[in-house]
């Protein structure tokens, strides 16, 4: 009895503009942690990352870490523009995740200029800079 349920919630916001020219994952900003009370507790991780701007023919790549690694890859979130136009968009996901523990554990959302031939910048809006946010829900067994 008593499984399904939310045991807890974390939630964070950023606003900072960031950019990346590298295939190389770099951080968003968005990044929280939590602790779960039993090692049969999922975590659901959810947000909205704001102000995703192209400056050229590139492919946008995202991916949750835990701990420092990779535990997903988040293909397909903005389609692939195969042109030179710039854009701002946004992206959202969500992911449970399986953590089979009880110490701190801290999540984080990274970017990458996929193809590593334009810029991609998160947080970025001409007048002004949006606020992304990430929730992570403890899920009780």
């Given at each position: 009895?008593?499984?399904?349920?939310?045991?807890?919630?974390?939630?964070?916001?950023?606003?900072?503009?960031?950019?990346?020219?590298?295939?190389?994952?770099?951080?968003?900003g968005l990044t929280d942690a939590i602790t779960c009370a039993a090692t049969?507790?999922?975590?659901?991780?959810?947000?909205?990352?704001?102000?995703?701007?192209k400056s050229g023919n590139v492919y946008h790549g995202f991916r949750l870490?835990?701990?420092?690694?990779?535990?997903?890859?988040?293909?397909?979130?903005?389609?692939?523009?195969?042109?030179?136009?710039?854009?701002?968009?946004?992206?959202?996901?969500?992911?449970?995740?399986?953590?089979?523990s009880t110490s701190e554990l801290t999540y984080a959302l990274e970017f990458?200029?996929?193809?590593?031939?334009?810029?991609?910048?998160?947080?970025?809006?001409?007048?002004?800079?949006?606020?992304?946010?990430?929730?992570?829900?403890?899920?009780?067994?």
């Amino acid at each position: 009895a008593g499984g399904g349920k939310i045991l807890q919630v974390q939630f964070m916001t950023y606003g900072t503009g960031t950019s990346n020219t590298s295939a190389t994952y770099a951080a968003t900003g968005l990044t929280d942690a939590i602790t779960c009370a039993a090692t049969s507790s999922k975590v659901l991780i959810m947000g909205a990352q704001y102000g995703v701007y192209k400056s050229g023919n590139v492919y946008h790549g995202f991916r949750l870490t835990r701990g420092g690694s990779s535990i997903a890859v988040l293909t397909d979130l903005h389609n692939y523009n195969n042109s030179a136009e710039k854009e701002t968009t946004m992206v959202s996901w969500a992911y449970l995740d399986s953590p089979s523990s009880t110490s701190e554990l801290t999540y984080a959302l990274e970017f990458a200029s996929v193809t590593g031939s334009a810029t991609i910048s998160v947080n970025q809006e001409a007048a002004v800079a949006p606020i992304s946010h990430l929730t992570l829900m403890e899920i009780g067994a």
